[in-house]
């Protein structure tokens, strides 16, 4: 079975731009989770997916917003870049998608974002 | 809020030496996930622990959850070079996927 698959590995844009990041989920997964890792903050959540709708968020400013689509791949969306969001985004799908205690959660090798 | 507090930050070791990375909270988690993650790739899952008091063994490595579900210890016996990598522990609770991260432990293994 093919891993979570994120598009694209590596990206450079500047300050003001905006950016659209892609995840394509584990087949038959259809929970998709997006984190933000950046070496002062460490991993930090900022929205779960679940059947195209938003079941979690954590505390980012409205310029990070998300989708899913029917097909359980999700997109993430930053608008106005600022240095700060240079960081590894991560998504992470799950088979579980109702509130349960086995929340495993599987990775994909993130998108590597620069804001100059 | 609730926070995952890792320790060690970092650890250096000689091949052989065993180790124990420690991840603490306040807050009860229904499940707690480890991962250990390589520079510029996504973390990979190690292990997820449910049960208060639970021991799961994976080779060389053995995770345990504290019985109250609040903390978890990560045991790696005669490390090797391969075990380097940073070490993060994630917990979850029952209300959807969001995990919440400790701060990480960063292994060296010496040859």
């Known amino acids: 079975k093919a891993g979570v698959t994120q598009t694209p590995r590596y990206l450079i844009k500047t300050r003001g731009q905006q950016v659209t990041l892609s995840c394509s989920p584990i087949s038959g997964h259809r929970s998709v989770s997006w984190y933000q890792q950046t070496p002062g903050q460490g991993l930090q959540f900022l929205f779960e997916y679940f059947s195209e709708t938003q079941r979690n968020k954590g505390n980012f400013p409205g310029r990070f917003s998300g989708r899913q689509f029917s097909n359980s791949r999700s997109e993430m969306n930053v608008s106005t870049l600022e240095l700060g969001d240079s960081a590894l985004y991560l998504c992470?799908?799950?088979?579980?998608?109702?509130?349960?205690?086995?929340?495993?959660?599987?990775f994909g090798p993130g998108t590597r974002l620069t804001v100059l | 809020t609730q926070l995952l507090e890792q320790s060690p930050q970092f650890l250096s070791i000689q091949e052989g030496e065993n180790l124990t990375v420690y991840c603490n909270s306040s807050?009860?988690?229904?499940?707690l996930q480890w991962y250990r993650q390589e520079p510029g790739e996504g973390p990979v899952l190690l292990v997820t622990?449910?049960?208060?008091?639970e021991v799961k063994k994976l080779k060389r490595l053995t995770f345990q959850f504290g019985d109250a579900r609040k903390d978890s210890s990560l045991h790696i016996t005669a490390a090797q070079p391969g075990d380097t990598g940073l070490y993060l522990c994630a917990g979850a609770q029952a209300a959807g996927n969001k995990l919440t991260f400790g701060g990480g432990t960063r292994v060296l293994v010496k040859p």
């Open positions: 807050s009860v988690f229904s499940s």
């Open positions: 992470a799908s799950s088979p579980i998608g109702l509130a349960g205690a086995y929340n495993e959660q599987f």
């Open positions: 622990v449910v049960t208060g008091g």
